[in-house]
């Protein structure tokens, strides 16, 4: 039991570092796209397109790692269908 709660925890762990290092590569690469696009093309605003592109990976980045980590993976969650689905064919 202790070595599945480890390997939980280590995968956990995991993937909140990949997305803050994410995040951080996201943040620094677009501000400098940001001052490049204002230096040299200030009337065509390109810079939206690979942020909002690469801000849609950071969101499922970020939701994978905090909000819906754990919930549709691991034994706990078949077993609670297979429970559900035994329930619907006894009646």
């Known amino acids: 039991m202790s070595d599945n709660i480890r390997a939980v925890a280590e995968k956990r762990a995991d993937a909140k570092i990949e997305f803050y290092k994410n995040f951080i590569s996201y943040v620094v690469v677009n501000a400098i796209l940001a ?34 980590y754990g919930r549709f993976d691991g034994e706990e969650y078949r077993e609670r269908k297979i429970e559900q689905e035994m329930e619907k064919l006894r009646k």
């Open 35 to 68: 001052v490049i696009n204002f230096l040299f093309t200030p009337d065509i605003w390109w810079v939206l397109f690979p942020l909002f592109i690469w801000g849609i990976g950071v969101l499922f980045d970020f939701l994978k790692a905090f909000v819906l």
